[in-house]
């Protein structure tokens, strides 16, 4: 069992920059696959990054690659999400999740991972 609880969601301006973390509990931090995922207001619930579990590849989303960056840091059980270059239409509910399988072809999709956190708010305004 994981519980995952994100943090640093906030209001910012289109241009900026935001941390999102992801805190784990448990010592097996390091055997889960970890992933970004994002809902906006009426959407369905999107792909963003994901990391495996030595934080050796990443995956990224189109829409966000070369302005996110995702990392971990299994001493700590975090991972984390370095958001630039802010728009409007990244606003929504930010998600961490964990996935007992590494990462393939099943990486951006929301039913391979097993836990998930309940999310924090990022509000971008134009």
């Known amino acids: 069992q994981v519980h995952l609880v994100e943090s640093g969601g906030g209001l910012v301006q289109a241009g900026g920059s935001l941390r999102l973390s992801c805190a784990a509990s448990g010592r097996t931090f390091s055997s889960y696959a970890m992933g970004w995922f994002r809902q906006a207001p009426g959407k369905e619930r999107e792909f963003v990054a994901a990391i495996s579990r030595s934080g050796g590849y990443t995956y990224y989303a189109d829409s966000v690659k070369g302005r996110f960056t995702i990392s971990r840091d299994n001493g700590k059980r975090t991972v984390y999400l370095r958001m630039n270059s802010l728009r409007p239409e990244d606003t929504a509910v930010y998600y961490c999740?964990?996935?007992?399988?590494?990462?393939?072809?099943?990486?951006?999709?929301?039913?391979?991972?097993?836990?998930w956190g309940k999310g924090t708010l990022v509000t971008v305004s134009s």
């Open positions: 999740a964990a996935r007992r399988t590494g990462l393939g072809a099943s990486v951006s999709a929301a039913a391979s991972y097993d836990y």
